[in-house]
Nanobody, 116 residues
Framework: QVQLVESGGGLVQAGGSLRLSCAASGSTFSISTMAWYRQAPGKQREGLASITSGGTTNYADSAKGRITSSRDNAENTVGLQMNSLKPEDTAVYYC??????????WGQGTQITVSS
């Protein structure tokens, strides 16, 4: 199994930036895709970015241009850089992986609050 631990959340003013990190441990050899999701209060969880083991990155249209995700396969980490943050970016942000057997694992989530 894979365990995920996110870090880097917090309180930021609108227009500011934050970088989230996610460290994977356990059966990391099995990881295929690493991704970031978020869930705002009262809303469904939505995908933000994903990176395959080969480095192909996809971003959600809602955040494209303001986010960048990077992955370090040697360190088994994935990061999410977010810029020009808006109050509507307030949410719990989750790291997730899909392994080579298509099983998904979620991190515990980290809160980002953007004040206006």
């Amino acid at each position: 199994q894979v365990q995920l631990v996110e870090s880097g959340g917090g309180l930021v003013q609108a227009g500011g930036s934050l970088r989230l990190s996610c460290a994977a441990s356990g059966s990391t050899f099995s990881i295929s895709t690493m991704a970031w999701y978020r869930q705002a209060p009262g809303k469904q969880r939505e995908g933000l970015a994903s990176i395959t083991s080969g480095g192909t990155t996809n971003y959600a249209d809602s955040a494209k241009g303001r986010i960048t995700s990077s992955r370090d396969n040697a360190e088994n980490t994935v990061g999410l850089q977010m810029n020009s943050l808006k109050p509507e970016d307030t949410a719990v942000y989750y790291c997730t992986i899909v392994d080579r057997c298509s099983r998904r694992t979620w991190g515990q989530g980290t809160q980002i609050t953007v004040s206006s």
